[in-house]
């Protein structure tokens, strides 16, 4: 998997700005999880790493625009790798 970084300017690096905190990150991470437990309630999974081809299917659906981004990086993909996809997709989708 592949993540583009885009280069940060010095003001940013250097800013006197509050980034997120610990806590506030906790937090986050927190609802995710209450989400994820939530929409898998009736599956037998707890989180998105565990969906199988059929959940991911059920709960991640693709709209047209993103079944032709993904059939476009298709020829570059393995099977898993494709599913590894929608399945962090679906995580930062929440």
Same mark, same amino acid.
């Given at each position: 998997?592949? %993540?583009? %970084?885009?280069?940060? /300017? ?7 700005? #509050?980034?997120? &905190? ?7 991470? #927190?609802? +995710?999880?209450?989400? #994820?437990? =939530?929409?898998?309630? @009736? ?6 790493? #565990?969906? @199988?081809?059929?959940?991911?299917? =059920?709960?991640?659906?693709? &709209? /047209?625009?993103? =079944?032709?981004?993904? =059939?476009? +990086?298709?020829?570059?993909?393995? +099977?898993?790798?494709? /599913?590894?996809?929608? /399945? ?7």
């Amino acid at each position: 998997m592949h %993540v583009e %970084v885009f280069p940060i /300017k010095y003001e940013e690096l250097t800013s006197n700005d #509050q980034a997120k &905190g610990s806590d506030e990150i906790r937090k986050e991470v #927190q609802m +995710a999880r209450m989400i #994820q437990l =939530k929409r898998y309630f @009736n599956e037998l999974i707890l989180n998105n790493a #565990q969906l @199988n081809t059929i959940l991911i299917k =059920k709960h991640c659906k693709l &709209g /047209k625009v993103e =079944k032709e981004l993904m =059939k476009g +990086a298709f020829d570059k993909l393995s +099977a898993r790798a494709y /599913k590894r996809i929608i /399945k962090l997709s679906r995580t930062i989708a929440i």
